[in-house]
Structure formats: structure tokens, C-alpha cells
């Protein structure tokens, strides 16, 4: 069972999978009607459970929305920066444990959904990224849950433009060669976003920093450009909130002196 654990905590391994926990896998697969190897010719990776969780808030439904201590980080700030645009994004479902998945599946098939058309929206338990604690469902007002009309909402259109600044990416676009349809709605925390290219290079070096939203560029310069900064309440012209440069070990490490400039 997934432990509470502090907020450094990231994502579950699928390296860490375990001999017993694959062949769990198999055994379900095989009770609910798939074929032997169907997981492994859709291309599917082994999910863990997340050896921690944290809990976000409720979803839509009221209950306890729980995710991976990072990805949860990660969450609050993409749908408070949406909000700050208007955009209203809702989760539907965070971390499942494998026994929920093969519960979830066997409901299905209990109500007369064949094997093929489950398989089209689930994975196998044991194969699903919600296992991970990284990986969540989103919707937005007036859009039914896991409903392919999110696709055509302004909600979709800001996660497209915005939620890889997040470290979030859509899990299954369209022809996604895992035999899963097109889920605008499944979004998995892959961790934070990449530095910039030229500041990849000079990981020791003093840089410029943005409180707000992380960006940085290498000094020296008198003062980085201000372009809008996406992570600051809307202005004529919301810039980065500069912090002085200070040198760092790691490229994203946070300064040693940050009084925001004026």
C-alpha cells in the first residue's frame, strides 16, 4: 500500500517492478479474457504502485484526489496558472491501485462492454500509469468525465500550449500505437521541465531566476528580458519577478540570495 511520504517523493519506477508483481499481472490478464502478450504487443510498460502519495484535494466526485508528492506540487501550480487565465481544469481520477483497476475492468465486463472496447479505454491492471501516482484525468465544466469533447475546449487548448512548463504530457494522442484511443484527458507528470538550451550549459554558473516560474538565464547580464511571465497575476505587461544571480550546484537549484528586484 501506497505510504505518505515527504513532498521530494517522485513517481513510481517501472524498473522497480517486481517478478511477483508481473506475474500478478499475467494472472488477472489472464482471468479477465486477454490474450497472452497483449500488453507487451500494445507496447505497454509495467506500473508499479507509487511507493508514496500525497493528497491534491477531492475530485469530482468528492473523493480524496491522491498523486505522487511531485506531480501533486506540480498539479497545484498548472491549475492555479490556468485559473489565473480563466481556465478551469478539473481532476477526475489521480493515482488507482491495481486492485481498483481490475475492479474497474470487471465492472465493465459485468455490464456486457466487450474485452476489445474496454481495452481501447483501460489498460490491464498492472499496466495502467495511474498505478505510477504521476499520471491523472482532467475535465473542465460542462464536459462529462473522459468525454472526447474536452478535446475542443479552451481547457484543452492551455494544456497543448502549457502543461509541458508543468512537466505534464498527454499519455495516448491520437495514433498513439498502443491500441488506446485518443484520451485528451490523461495526463502523466514526467517530471520538471528541461532548462533551457543555453543555460544546459553552464550549470555552475550564476543565472538569473524568475520566483515565479522558475525560468533562468545565465548572467552576466544587466537583466534578463522581460517577456510576460505566465505564472504571475495578469498586469499590461506581468514580467518575471528577477531574482539576483547566485551561483548553484545544479541548474535548477534555488539561489542562495533572492530578494526580488524591483
Known sequence: MAMTAPAGAS??????????????AADVARRLGATPGYAQAHRWILQPE?????????DIYGRPLRLAPRATTALRAMVAAAARENVALQ????FRSFGYQRRL?????DHGVTLAAVLAVNTLPGFSEHHSGCALDLTTPGVRAADAAFAATPAFAWLQRHAADYGFALSYPRGNGKGIDFEPWHWRYRGPP???ADLAAVTDRPAWRCHACALAVPSPLPLPPSPPCRALPPQPRPTHAWARPARCSTRWAVPTTTPPLP
Do not use: E, H
Not at 12 to 19: K, L, R
Not at 50 to 58: M, Q
Not at 91 to 94: D, H, I
Open 194 to 196: 528541461a532548462a533551457p
Open 91 to 94: 481532476a477526475v481520477s489521480g
Open 105 to 109: 475492468l470487471r465492472r465493465k465486463l
Open 11 to 24: 513517481c513510481a519506477d517501472p524498473a522497480a517492478a517486481t517478478a511477483g508483481y508481473r506475474q500478478r
Open 50 to 58: 507509487a511507493p508514496a502519495l500525497a493528497r491534491v484535494g477531492t
